[in-house]
T-cell receptor, first 115, second 113 residues
Framework: DTEVTQTPKHLVMGMTNKKSLKCEQH?????MYWYKQKAKKPPELMFV???????INESVPSRFSPECPNSSLLNLHLHALQPEDSALYLC??????????????FGEGSRLTVL | AQSVSQHNHHVILSEAASLELGCNYS??????LFWYVQYPGQHLQLLLK??????LVKGIKGFEAEFIKSKFSFNLRKPSVQWSDTAEYFC???????????FGIGTKLQVIP
């Protein structure tokens, strides 16, 4: 079992819908990440939060809006998505950004389908 | 920008065969290196990690990897694979102020009983 919990596991939404993906960890990690993984591709970094502040935005379109309400929670708000945004969205956390403790722990992902 | 290359995209081995999966990265600075495994239907799990010190690192389930700085490589090895090792293996590199983890394209390993 993973200690990073993502909900929902599956989400189907229309292009005009607004939805959110949620991620929770209770390991006391101070860095949290969103990755996107398309079929037969490696995970691609979207956002990094460190101590609840956005640290990296990998030029992600504004229709994806991350939020880190506290050190245990990470949300990804979705609005006006396109069918090509359909993918597995992975949340990860790490104890710290660099050095020992910098390894990522992944959730099982939220599989998003945009119709 | 850093990149990670995994040379073998699909490997098929018989049980008890030895395994070596290649991983090279392009980044001149200090790196943290990882191998992750994704078993069918499961989430990404850390197999082993290198931060500093002994370049030969041991991970779970009998896997090991060797960091060769001069070759920018971090190859994964296992002396004798089992059917349960069937999975996809990703090499990953952490650079850029250590915030950004970049993954290789992955290697699908199929072990035949």
């Amino acid at each position: 079992d993973t200690e990073v919990t993502q909900t929902p596991k599956h989400l189907v939404m229309g292009m005009t819908n607004k939805k959110s993906l949620k991620c929770e960890q209770h390991m006391g990690h101070r860095a949290m990440y969103w990755y996107k993984q398309k079929a037969k591709k490696p995970p691609e970094l979207m956002f990094v939060y460190s101590y609840e502040k956005l640290s990296i935005n990998e030029s992600v379109p504004s229709r994806f809006s991350p939020e880190c309400p506290n050190s245990s929670l990470l949300n990804l708000h979705l609005h006006a998505l396109q069918p090509e945004d359909s993918a597995l969205y992975l949340c990860a956390s790490s104890q710290r950004l660099a050095g020992e403790g910098g390894e990522l722990f992944f959730g099982e992902g939220s599989r998003l389908t945009v119709l | 920008a850093q990149s990670v290359s995994q040379h073998n995209h699909h490997v098929i081995l018989s049980e008890a065969a030895s395994l070596e999966l290649g991983c090279n990265y392009s980044y001149g600075g200090t790196v943290n290196l990882f191998w992750y495994v994704q078993y069918p239907g499961q989430h990404l799990q850390l197999l082993l990690k290198y931060f500093s010190g002994d370049p030969l690192v041991k991970g779970i389930k009998g896997f090991e990897a060797e960091f060769i700085k001069s070759k920018f490589s971090f190859n994964l090895r296992k002396p004798s694979v089992q059917w349960s090792d069937t999975a996809e293996y990703f090499c990953a590199v952490k650079t850029g102020g250590y915030q950004k983890v970049t993954f290789g394209i992955g290697t699908k390993l199929q072990v035949i009983p």
